[in-house]
């Protein structure tokens, strides 16, 4: 079993830059095997990709992020980042990070934390 908290959110300004963390607890090892993803959900939007990191170190970003977001994953604090530059109003959204246990097919999600972006 793993639970993942987010933290970091909050507002900001067009153009500032904020850090989200999800820390996560429960195994160790299905946490440093598995890929992590972070995704966001808009109002009244679906929830989508942004960004993944595998267990290699391996990265992934949807393009509206590309250049602006960088993931990372520190597996000795079972925490996955995910900094955000250059932020517009568009990248407002409850980000939500997921750890997928490949072993199992299980996907655990976080409780999301809001990120506010003002023009």
């Known amino acids: 079993q793993v639970q993942l908290v987010e933290s970091g959110g909050g507002l900001v300004q067009a153009g500032g830059s904020l850090r989200l963390s999800c820390a996560a607890s429960?195994?160790?090892?299905?946490?440093?095997?598995?890929?992590l993803d972070w995704y966001r959900q808009a109002p009244g939007k679906q929830r989508e990709f942004v960004a993944l990191?595998?267990?290699?170190?391996?990265?992934n970003y949807t393009d509206s992020v590309k250049g602006r977001f960088t993931i990372s994953r520190d597996n000795a604090k079972k925490t996955v980042y995910l900094s955000m530059n250059s932020l517009s109003p568009d990248d407002t959204a409850v980000y939500y990070c997921?750890?997928?246990?490949?072993?199992?097919?299980?996907?655990?999600w976080g409780q999301g934390t809001q990120v506010t972006v003002s023009s």
């Open positions: 997921k750890l997928t246990d490949s072993t199992t097919a299980t996907a655990y």
């Open positions: 429960g195994s160790m090892f299905i946490f440093r095997f598995n890929t």
């Open positions: 990191i595998d267990s290699s170190g391996n990265t």
